[in-house]
């Protein structure tokens, strides 16, 4: 392995880390040699593992301030440190914003926006008093970068995550370098939900430059890549990960170079 890649003796947190996505994560910093720690409300049926290297499965409500604290004390007891977290727990369901309720839009504004800024604010204040500081990374989407009809109040909280870490790079700088994913459309277990059956989920990757929705492991590479020295010089930015983007609609219908 590249020394660079090398998180051996290294603390990560995960939110959501026990799935989909998060899951990606995790075992991309536990192959790298992380000690990682994953949160959510219920302990997943099995835990990420690598070469019989478990992670640590804290229950945590990242909408609730006690337990995020809870989650970070219970981290750095049991590895005397804090390098990296990685703010992934999100998601919305699909609703019309003409008729959400105020208490949905809010939940969604505080799941995806508000947990990850307090659990930040949590995460820096041990990373900012160790010599080498630390990285966090925000799960946001390419909802944060384009409309998001039918998660309207999603994609609101994922361009306040991408500003919210622009703005914590230099609040919280030189100790402590910020950056957020864009990420695009990806197969986990539950694509199914979203994008409908096999050629379904086919058709929709079809429609990216690359041909194919995005995997877990692709997210969780680029978290290997900015939580590195290989990205000692990258903070405040919007790390796209999304295949090439969507391919603009008008060249599906033009006819002026058929």
């Given at each position: 392995?590249?020394?660079?890649?090398?998180?051996?003796?290294?603390?990560?947190?995960?939110?959501?880390?026990?799935?989909?996505?998060?899951?990606?994560?995790?075992?991309?910093?536990?192959?790298?040699?992380?000690?990682?720690?994953?949160?959510?409300?219920?302990?997943?049926?099995?835990?990420?593992?690598?070469?019989?290297?478990?992670?640590?499965?804290?229950?945590?409500?990242?909408?609730?301030?006690?337990?995020?604290?809870?989650?970070?004390?219970?981290?750095?007891?049991?590895?005397?440190?804090?390098?990296?977290?990685?703010?992934?727990?999100?998601?919305?369901?699909?609703?019309?914003?003409?008729?959400?309720?105020?208490?949905?839009?809010?939940?969604?504004?505080?799941?995806?926006?508000?947990?990850?800024?307090?659990?930040?604010?949590?995460?820096?204040?041990?990373?900012?008093?160790?010599?080498?500081?630390?990285?966090?990374?925000?799960?946001?989407?390419?909802?944060?970068?384009r409309p998001s009809p039918g998660t309207a109040a999603y994609g609101a909280a994922k361009a306040g995550?991408?500003?919210?870490?622009?703005?914590?790079?230099?609040?919280?700088?030189?100790?402590?370098?910020?950056?957020?994913?864009?990420?695009?459309?990806?197969?986990t277990e539950q694509a199914h939900l979203h994008y409908g059956d096999e050629d379904g989920i086919a058709?929709?990757?079809?429609t990216i430059p690359l041909e194919r929705m995005a995997v877990p492991e692709d997210v969780g590479n680029?978290?290997?890549?900015?939580?590195?020295?290989?990205?000692?010089?990258?903070?405040?930015?919007?790390?796209?990960?999304?295949?090439?983007?969507?391919?603009?609609?008008?060249?599906?219908?033009?006819?002026?170079?058929?």
């Amino acid at each position: 392995m590249d020394k660079a890649l090398d998180f051996n003796g290294m603390t990560v947190i995960v939110t959501g880390g026990g799935k989909g996505v998060g899951r990606g994560i995790t075992e991309c910093f536990l192959k790298a040699g992380a000690n990682v720690v994953i949160c959510g409300r219920t302990e997943p049926e099995s835990l990420p593992e690598y070469n019989g290297r478990t992670a640590l499965f804290v229950s945590c409500d990242v909408r609730d301030y006690e337990q995020i604290e809870n989650c970070v004390d219970r981290a750095v007891q049991r590895f005397g440190r804090l390098d990296v977290l990685v703010n992934n727990a999100g998601g919305a369901p699909y609703a019309e914003a003409a008729t959400a309720s105020p208490r949905f839009s809010e939940s969604i504004i505080r799941l995806n926006l508000i947990a990850p800024l307090n659990f930040s604010q949590v995460a820096n204040r041990v990373m900012q008093q160790q010599e080498a500081g630390g990285c966090i990374i925000n799960i946001a989407s390419v909802s944060s970068i384009r409309p998001s009809p039918g998660t309207a109040a999603y994609g609101a909280a994922k361009a306040g995550l991408v500003n919210l870490g622009a703005s914590l790079a230099i609040e919280w700088a030189p100790k402590v370098r910020i950056n957020a994913l864009a990420v695009g459309l990806t197969k986990t277990e539950q694509a199914h939900l979203h994008y409908g059956d096999e050629d379904g989920i086919a058709a929709v990757g079809a429609t990216i430059p690359l041909e194919r929705m995005a995997v877990p492991e692709d997210v969780g590479n680029a978290c290997l890549f900015l939580a590195s020295p290989l990205a000692s010089y990258v903070s405040g930015t919007n790390f796209a990960v999304h295949g090439g983007g969507e391919k603009p609609a008008f060249l599906g219908v033009a006819n002026a170079n058929s």
